[in-house]
């Protein structure tokens, strides 16, 4: 199924089970959502919806 959101909360986003990274600075954590906040996400996101009504990133 396809969905087209254009409005999603970041509290609603999880990492992907799957992902490699296990940690990430927390500096630069904050400073990417700083830049997501002011400009938008530049990619498209691939998500899942999980039981729990949020959304794993899958690609993005």
């Known amino acids: 199924m396809t969905m087209n959101c254009n409005n999603l909360t970041f509290t609603i986003l999880r990492p992907s089970s799957y992902q490699f ?6 500096d630069a954590l904050n400073e990417l959502a700083e830049l997501i906040y002011a400009q938008g996400i530049i990619q498209s996101l691939v998500l899942q919806q999980t039981c729990t009504q949020q959304y794993e990133i899958i690609v993005g």
């Open 21 to 26: 990274v296990s940690y990430m600075n927390t």
